[in-house]
């Protein structure tokens, strides 16, 4: 593998999304979306203003997993796909470059791209309530940050695999979108509803490995665990073991939430 192909495939990838103002806008909405939630999230409790890192991720945790998956496989669904359909992918193929060096390219200028407006518009965040929080509660709110970029990685990942098996553009976009929802909607309702149909007498022991499956839920338990308040205020540190929980089992099960549809679109793409 030449790095130095994959260097370039990557770089025209981050700097295309950068001309297009997409990362300034990704940037622009966390910044505004965590603002808001930081001062103006307890106003339906008759209190404005900032209340504690703990309410604070509390709140964002919702928000990321709604909107960070969305945008991770609307920037990555048409990545081959794309190019396919635009007739450029036999041109880069016909070039001194691997499929392999192309589509490791791609996925990293896209990660690039994902990751810089993720850290700026929470990091821009983190500037403004810098003076209301001591070192230990930063240190926490990197930890959220850091997941967040490995949440978007993950769908990211998804969104690539997709575009190497989807035969066009409407049809990748249209399993993206379903991918969302189930990920993001159905899977937790599908679990919860197993749950409550047997009355809890089949699945519950198995309940917290089964959310190991969705990256969405491991990216929740994740920031959970990691605050007492956080935890106590979802209800969910009677239902999964705290030795399951351990940030870094989570942080290797997202991990391998990236590598493994990467591997199959790898794969997919070879053949």
């Known amino acids: 593998m030449e790095i130095a192909q994959v260097g370039t495939i990557a770089g025209k990838e981050f700097w295309d999304r950068i001309r297009n103002r997409w990362v300034l806008a990704v940037a622009l909405v966390f910044t505004v979306f965590a603002l808001v939630i930081a001062y103006f999230g307890g106003a339906q409790q008759g209190t404005v203003g900032f209340r504690s890192i703990e309410f604070t991720i509390a709140s964002l945790v919702s928000l ?17 796909v794309g190019e396919r359909e635009r007739g450029s992918l036999d041109l880069l193929l016909s070039m001194p470059i691997t499929r392999f060096e192309l589509l490791l390219g791609k996925y990293l200028g896209l990660a690039a791209a994902l990751t810089f407006s993720t850290v700026a518009g929470f990091g821009l965040v983190a500037l403004v309530l810098a003076p209301q929080l001591d070192p230990v509660a930063l240190f926490h709110y990197a930890g959220f940050v850091l ?22 553009r409407t049809r990748a976009s249209g399993l993206a979108i ?11 309702l599908l679990l919860l509803g197993a749950l409550v149909f047997t009355g809890g007498t ?9 959310l190991m499956l969705n990256p969405a839920d491991v990216f929740r338990i994740l920031n959970i665990f990691s605050l007492e308040d956080v ?11 705290a030795a399951l929980a351990n940030p870094w ?23």
């Open 64 to 80: 990321v997993i709604y909107l960070i998956p969305l945008i991770a496989l609307l920037l990555g669904f048409d990545a081959i």
């Open 147 to 168: 997941s967040s970029v490995l949440l978007g990685l993950a769908f990211l990942s998804l969104a690539v695999m997709l575009s190497v098996f989807a035969a066009d």
């Open 178 to 188: 379903a991918l969302w929802f189930f990920f993001v909607l159905v899977f937790d």
């Open 202 to 210: 089949y699945g519950g022991e198995i309940f917290p490995y089964l």
């Open 231 to 241: 935890r106590s205020l979802y209800g969910l540190a009677t239902v999964f073991p």
């Open 249 to 271: 089992l989570l942080g290797a099960v997202m991990l391998g939430w990236i590598a493994g549809p990467l591997a199959i679109a790898t794969w997919r793409f070879r053949t």
